[in-house]
């Protein structure tokens, strides 16, 4: 049992100001989680001049004390890797914009300390957060600019980069920056994600808000799919096919449809004589052209014409009917997944969903989530043909 007196003591010392010193994790030894007499230990010699800790350090301290019962916080990432956490994230670098996505939902943008370069182009979708320090990409880490913001963890994706070009470096330099593996794209483990880093970053509220709202057009997309389903195709540019494992895979299967590519995974190239057999019923594209940052239509419908006008192509079923779409990636692979769910739902039964309108669900997301001045009737180019 707290005694008030000890509550009041380290909130005392919650609100002093800050000095170095090193020894926290010893505070773990033994049982692996600080203890009543731990802490007043630590406390005590703090305020006799014989602490081997900073203030810093036993403010963290008695934060895990008083709100995490003195035990540090674990997870398994989505590389299947223990990620163990023992003081409050303060600084985070976020190595993809899917990732600066899921903490602006959680309400912990304030934490980010530096971004992609990719980040640093989203001015409209991350207004305040793309003016942050860039540290290279996911794909080449600048390792010296993620060492000099001094971050507590980096969020990368799970297959960019190779270990050897990031948790490695940090091993070899002797520093401990724990590396979360989330990918933040993929419609099978966004929930999940968004549930783990919210408690992580204690912002399990804001998580399971969004997670609620995620489920809400899950199970509408479920409760209208057929029995018997539509025939999809997947790919990107020009037709690399997107199999089992990838983020256009999965939303292509959740909203209903029966993706030809079954069984195949990741990112493959066909060849055009293959997808006449498959002869889907509905082709759909990925897309880096148009996103939150354009008005500009011209590059989606380039990527619609390079499927329509495929030499053989006019007798799938899909271009024969005209049920070839585009959606961009700022829509299709990031945790705005629910929103392109429906979208993509409404492409392949679109009988089935006369009575809903996918920009309002957008628009709704953007107001709820990313809290930001942008009007997608207006703005930006996601899918083509437009909505």
Not at 81 to 97: D, E, G, M, N
Request: with cysteine; proline share 5%; net charge negative.
């Amino acid at each position: 049992m707290r005694s008030a007196v000890f509550l009041a003591l380290i909130l005392f010392i919650s609100c002093i100001g800050v000095v170095c010193a090193n020894g926290y994790m010893d505070l773990f030894k033994g049982d692996n989680r600080i203890t009543e007499k731990e802490l007043a230990n630590v406390i005590t010699d703090y305020m006799l001049g014989n602490s081997t800790l900073s203030l810093d350090e036993i403010r963290d301290a008695s934060y895990v004390y008083i709100h995490w019962n003195g035990k540090p916080k674990s997870i398994v990432d989505s590389a299947n890797r223990t990620i163990t956490i023992y003081k409050p994230i303060k600084r985070i670098v976020a190595l993809h914009s899917d990732a600066v996505e899921a903490l602006v939902i959680l309400g912990a943008g304030d934490k980010v300390v530096g971004v992609s370069k990719y980040t640093k182009e989203s001015k409209r979708q991350f207004p305040e957060l793309s003016k942050l320090p860039s540290v290279g990409s996911c794909f080449d880490p600048d390792i010296e600019a993620i060492v000099s913001l001094n971050p507590d963890v980096v969020i990368t994706y799970v297959k960019w980069p190779d270990p050897s070009k990031l948790e490695e470096k940090f091993k070899l330099l002797g520093l401990d920056i724990k590396v979360i593996r989330f990918d933040f794209y993929k419609g099978s483990t966004m929930k999940e994600e968004m549930e783990k880093l919210g408690y992580l970053l204690d912002k399990e509220e804001n998580a399971s808000k969004y997670v609620k709202w995620f489920e809400k057009y899950e199970n509408l997309v479920k409760s209208r799919t057929p029995e018997k389903k539509v025939k999809v195709y997947t790919c990107g540019k020009p037709l690399k096919a997107f199999g089992e494992g990838t983020g256009l895979y999965d939303l292509s299967v959740m909203a209903g449809g029966d993706n030809v590519l079954k069984g195949r995974n990741g990112y493959f190239d066909v060849d055009p004589e293959q997808v006449i057999v498959w002869a889907p019923d509905v082709i759909l594209r990925w897309s880096y052209a148009g996103g939150y940052e354009t008005d500009d239509i011209s590059g989606m419908k380039t990527d619609y014409k390079e499927i329509v006008n495929q030499p053989g192509f006019e007798n799938v079923p899909a271009v024969k009917n005209s049920r070839v779409y585009v959606i961009s990636a700022d829509l299709a692979t990031a945790p705005s997944f629910p929103v392109a769910l429906v979208t993509v739902a409404k492409w392949l039964y679109p009988d089935r969903y006369s009575d809903i309108d996918p920009k309002e669900i957008f628009q709704e997301y953007i107001d709820n989530f990313l809290h930001i001045n942008y009007n997608v009737s207006e703005q930006g180019c996601f899918v083509y043909p437009k909505w």
